[in-house]
């Protein structure tokens, strides 16, 4: 005998366990029934999503991961660290790797001090990233970095994403991520501050990613963060619903961008795609189809920001 269809998209082979099957809701990890190689299709996929799911666990304990291209934005690449050359402001990034239309971003790994990173760009005509600090990060800096593009097959996940809100005390703050690894990337801005204080470096190790701020946020900052992960070993936690780039229009240090379909309860990361100065993103603020970027100064019309809004599956 070879394989029976049933309703509902369910088919089964000689074994009676699953090997396709359709639905809205990814099959939770560690439940039984499913072979492994069952393709699992969501059916209310949305942007950023991904339409079809591989069974990477056994028929006693299943995991399904996604496959193949996302409807919206993906991560199509991301590495790091890389270490900066001493001599420039600017780091090249992403060797062959990108696309000039690509949305990119970029973050300390390591730092000896608080210079910041003002535009992070797909560079015009090179499959590669520009990264510019603040003032030349000689070699004491590792830059991370990643990649979005529409309607890809990405390389990397998400393993995490979320909102923390600071218990002060020292400038480096210990963020529990159950489940992130040594060498996974992290991307951080500020969700709430009260001051013009910036993020130095964020470092993932076991279950932890430790971000140090240019001083002790105390108890009224909050940070936004992801952590990425090459695709094919783990359900991610979360997907890029919206992704842009936002050209500034000034008269005010905040700048409120319109994102329809955007919850106060998603994650955005943000940082600058273009500027003429060494302004900072102070911080990032989702409400109801809106995305509430404040920098250091009123941003005029000479920067871009490129933002990314994360929504859990």
Not at 9 to 23: E, H
Not at 31 to 52: D, P, W
Request: charged share 10%; aromatic share 8%; proline share 3%.
């Amino acid at each position: 005998m070879g394989t029976t269809n049933y309703p509902n998209g369910v088919t089964f082979d000689t074994t009676k366990y699953i090997t396709n099957i359709s639905g809205s809701t990814i099959p939770t990890a560690g439940t039984a029934g499913y072979n492994q190689g069952c393709i699992f299709y969501k059916t209310n996929a949305s942007a950023g999503q991904a339409l079809k799911w591989i069974n990477q666990g056994s028929t006693t304990s299943c995991l399904f991961v996604p496959a193949g291209e996302v409807f919206g934005y993906g991560i199509v690449a991301a590495g790091g660290p890389v270490d900066c050359v001493n001599g420039s402001a600017a780091s090249t990034l992403a060797q062959d790797l990108v696309m000039e239309t690509d949305i990119a971003f970029s973050g300390h790994a390591v730092s000896d001090d608080n210079d910041q990173i003002i535009s992070v760009i797909a560079t015009a005509g090179k499959a590669n990233i520009t990264s510019t600090a603040s003032a030349d990060p000689v070699t004491a800096h590792d830059y991370v970095w990643a990649a979005l593009r529409n309607k890809c097959i990405p390389a990397f996940d998400i393993v995490a994403a979320g909102t923390h809100t600071t218990v002060g005390g020292n400038v480096a703050e210990a963020i529990t991520v159950t489940g992130a690894l040594a060498g996974d990337i992290a991307l951080v801005n500020y969700s709430a501050t009260d001051d013009t204080d910036t993020v130095s470096d964020a470092v993932v190790t076991a279950d932890t990613l430790t971000v140090t701020a240019s001083a002790d946020p105390s108890t009224t900052h909050g940070f936004h963060y992801v952590v990425l992960r090459p695709r094919g070993t783990f359900k991610p936690s979360h997907y890029i619903a919206y992704a842009g780039v936002h050209t500034t229009v000034g008269g005010a240090a905040a700048e409120a961008i319109t994102v329809t379909g955007a919850l106060a309860t998603d994650v955005a990361i943000v940082c600058y795609n273009t500027t003429d100065d060494t302004d900072s993103i102070l911080k990032c603020v989702l409400t109801a189809d809106t995305l509430t970027v404040t920098a250091s100064a009123d941003p005029s019309t000479a920067h871009k920001f490129a933002y990314m809004i994360l929504r859990a599956y």
